[in-house]
């Protein structure tokens, strides 16, 4: 049973980053992304990555968002520059095992996710 674990959420002052990380993928995932939720809003796609190592983002998040993934130890990355305070929200990593790709910024699309991190960004 593939577990995930985020870690690497925190607080920050605006223009600042973090790395947030993700433990528990396996091999047999297709892809993996981050979503996040805001208190009040629904839970939206951030970035994905397949398991060859295609990424895709969310238009709004390109350029200042990076997601990554270490194969040999199984951690999912996001990094997260120049960040403000709209970015405040849980951030959760999601692992699929079957499915398309077109819909990897769809939390219907995810069999697995993490408990999520915490990002709060202050101005």
């Known amino acids: 049973q593939v577990q995930l674990v985020e870690s690497g959420g925190g607080s920050v002052q605006a223009g600042g980053s973090l790395r947030l990380s993700c433990t528990g993928k396996?091999?047999?995932?297709?892809?993996m992304a981050w979503f996040r939720q805001a208190p009040g809003k629904q839970r939206e796609g951030v970035a994905a990555i397949s398991r060859q190592g295609r990424t895709d983002y969310v238009d709004s998040l390109k350029g200042r968002f990076t997601i990554s993934q270490d194969n040999a130890k199984n951690i999912l990355y996001l990094q997260m520059d120049s960040l403000k305070p709209e970015d405040t929200a849980m951030y959760y990593c999601?692992?699929?095992?079957?499915?398309?790709?077109?819909?990897?910024?769809?939390?219907?699309?995810?069999?697995?996710w993490g408990q999520g991190t915490q990002v709060t960004v202050s101005s």
């Open positions: 999601a692992a699929a095992s079957s499915g398309s790709w077109f819909g990897v910024h769809r939390p219907a699309s995810y069999n697995k």
């Open positions: 396996t091999a047999s995932v297709y892809y």
